[in-house]
């Protein structure tokens, strides 16, 4: 209802992950991707953390605040073929004249079907998995792990709380992940960031 407050508020939020870095655990799970024949990071985040770390394969389940698409047409659009919009101070799609927006996924929207589908298959194929970090309560996305623990994957959740699913998890790791991370990077490949 209010375009140009939306607009706004992006813009602010994204001017924000600019000045932030990727933590240990970015840092981590970039490293371990090199110690694996195939790794799949399938995140919930939209900051580009995981591809700043130097992560090669990241599936962004709900967008990335750096981007815009058109509303309408849901196409992604460069920053350099803004139309602007002069009367609502937001960008206008230079194709269809449509309203620009953040490309995240926002509440009642269902994510992108190719997004989720390309992670389910990842997560089916997977012979080790991580839940790091997430509560767990929102499907699809807290459902994903289960497809490969069902398939015989190793699960490993790491958390500093209780999720609804750590019972199912094969090993529960307590703790922040730019803690445990690191720390399973040096016991298990020996690399120490």
Known sequence: RDPKLVW?????RRGLVVGVQPNA???ALAAMAGQVPHFTLVTQNVDSLHQRAGSP?????HGNIARVKCFDE?????????VPAAALGV???PRCGALLRPDVVWFGELLPLN??????QAFRQADVVFSIGTSSQVPPAADLPL???EKGAYGIEINPNETYYSRGFDCVLRGSAGVVLPQ???QVWQVRL
């Open 115 to 120: 997004i989720l589908n390309a992670a389910k």
């Open 74 to 82: 849901g196409t992604v659009i460069a920053e350099a073929d803004w």
């Open 147 to 149: 497809l490969a623990m």
């Open 184 to 186: 399973l990077l040096e």
């Open 8 to 12: 706004d508020w992006y813009a602010m």
């Open 25 to 27: 655990a970015h840092y």
């Open 91 to 93: 960008p206008r799609c």
């Open 57 to 61: 394969e990241v599936l962004e389940l």
